[in-house]
């Protein structure tokens, strides 16, 4: 998942780097006023979407199986923790009627 995630992060960051010199050198519009700044990061954000989600894809599916794995592992935890507190209830109940 991490691995993912840097993965994601690098392409964003080479998106803003390529827009910010096409803005600069005048190939790509500037934003309005103040907001040119704003309007760079939203273009890589723009431009780096659909990249990754075309490059990223096994690795994607990769962190996908992973946290499948830990939410079952999370469940089957939950599921035994909910059997041992009902066996628990039960030997308590027991006890108390025969007391």
Do not use: H
């Not at 990061?41 to 830990?70: G, T």
């Amino acid at each position: 998942m991490l691995r993912y995630t840097l993965m994601r992060l690098g392409i964003l960051v080479g998106c803003l780097v390529v827009v910010w010199g096409l803005v600069y050198s005048g190939i790509a519009p500037r934003g309005l006023g103040d907001s040119n700044g704003l309007w760079i990061i939203l273009l890589a954000l723009v431009i780096s979407a659909p990249i990754s989600f075309v490059a990223l894809r096994k690795e994607r599916d990769r962190a996908s199986v992973q946290i499948v794995r830990r939410v079952d592992r999370m469940k089957a935890n939950l599921e035994a923790n909910r059997s041992q507190e009902d066996v628990a209830d039960d030997t308590a109940r027991t006890q108390g009627q025969t007391s």
